[in-house]
């Protein structure tokens, strides 16, 4: 087990699929599983290895909790950098302060990062999700 705010790009790059356990990120622990593959049936909670693209072609990796609904909070996509996490969904609105340490952590200003895609590696039902974060698509981001 480990903290989910403690996961490391190589964690990721060593596991694709991890058992989510908690509520809240600052609490929630994670833990390695072997998984291949989810499924919609799947009664736990999953994240999966996430590729993301940024607007000026910059690659990450990441994850997300692979759905059918490709609502950006029920995917909840977040990018792992050796600095910590980047997050795309907020339940209250982040101050700009907080985007732009997020940022920071992708080395670029916003302008380079938006469109934002992303890419499960994980399939779900044998489907690969991918989606598209707009910086419109930020809750309530100034």
Request: hydrophobic fraction near 40%.
């Amino acid at each position: 087990m480990k903290r989910l705010t403690a996961l490391t790009p190589a964690d990721l790059e060593r596991v694709a699929v991890w058992h989510h356990d908690g509520a809240g990120d600052d609490f929630a622990q994670v833990r390695a599983t072997d998984r291949a593959e989810l499924h919609q049936r799947d009664s736990a909670t999953f994240i999966a290895r996430t590729q993301f693209v940024l607007a000026n072609g910059a690659q990450h990796v990441g994850f997300c909790s692979p759905s059918s609904d490709d609502a950006i909070d029920v995917l909840q996509p977040v990018i792992v950098t050796p600095d910590g996490l980047v997050y795309f969904f907020f339940e209250e609105p982040p101050s700009q302060e907080t985007l732009e340490r997020q940022w920071s952590r992708l080395g670029v200003g916003h302008e380079e990062i938006f469109p934002v895609h992303f890419r499960c590696l994980v399939p779900l039902d044998g489907v690969y999700v991918t989606g598209v974060i707009e910086r419109d698509d930020l809750t309530g981001a100034a």
